[in-house]
């Protein structure tokens, strides 16, 4: 079975500077990998995706992602963060195709401090 | 516009009592999901289901009861014999088309129970 982890549950950064939130998985098969973000009391909204190709992916906001497969790893940057992405991550991961659940990671609370 | 409704957004019950939670698409999605959100516990899988009149149990079913009697609406009861029911609830959907089974979210509900 697949698991994934966000080796940080709390991360605080100042405005204008650069971020890395952490994600790693473990699969002996292809996967598919999702970066969902959270804002209070929502639902969660996909930023970027990772499905087959370039493994640097570019999603919304300025968010890119870059997957790694000897590392079994899709960590999650951006260079310059505003205040609001003050809001929760998570990392998910689907195990090839045909494969209609995901496993979410515990989530990654980003902190932007003015 | 397309998308996911959840109602209501916030619910309060007393101990001892069934409720239920809806959960209505027009995204023309097969699969249809229910996950539970605690504090620093991510997302837990609780039903989903990819068809019409039929559904599995994810990682805590217990509890929990599901229908699928059309495919634009999957409702959630959460039964008097989930030990502990407070929570975040949020409903997903999604199909083969929508690449690498990127999941939908609805908006959630938070039920409190007393």
């Known amino acids: 079975a697949q698991s994934v982890t966000q080796l940080d549950s709390q991360v605080p950064v100042f405005e204008e500077a650069p971020v890395e939130l952490r994600c790693n998985y473990s699969?002996?098969?292809?996967?598919?990998l999702f970066w969902y973000v959270q804002y209070p009391n929502q639902g969660l909204q996909l930023l970027l995706k990772?499905?087959?190709?370039?493994?640097l992916v570019k999603g919304i906001n300025g968010f890119e992602a870059e997957f790694n497969k000897s590392q079994t790893s899709f960590h999650l940057r951006k260079p310059s963060v505003h205040i609001s992405d003050t809001a929760e991550y998570f990392c998910?991961?689907?195990?090839?195709?045909?494969?209609?659940?995901?496993?979410f990671g515990t989530g990654t609370r980003l902190t932007i401090i003015p | 516009d397309g998308g996911i409704t959840q109602s209501p957004k916030y619910l309060f019950r007393k101990e001892g009592q069934n409720v239920t939670l809806s959960c209505e698409q027009n995204?023309?999605?097969?699969?249809m999901y229910w996950y539970r959100q605690d504090p620093g516990q991510g997302l837990r899988l609780i039903y989903y289901?990819?068809?019409?009149?039929?559904?599995q149990k994810g990682d805590i079913a217990e509890g929990y009861s599901v229908s699928r009697e059309k495919k634009e609406s999957f409702p959630l009861t959460v039964t008097s014999a989930q030990k502990n029911p407070t929570a975040f609830y949020l409903c997903a959907s999604t199909s083969p088309g929508t690449g690498g089974y990127e999941q939908y979210f609805g908006p959630g509900t938070r039920l409190t129970v007393t």
């Open positions: 990772y499905l087959s190709g370039s493994t």
């Open positions: 699969s002996s098969v292809s996967v598919y």
């Open positions: 995204l023309n999605h097969d699969a």
């Open positions: 289901s990819q068809i019409v009149n039929d559904f």
């Open positions: 998910a991961v689907s195990v090839g195709f045909g494969n209609e659940k995901l496993t």
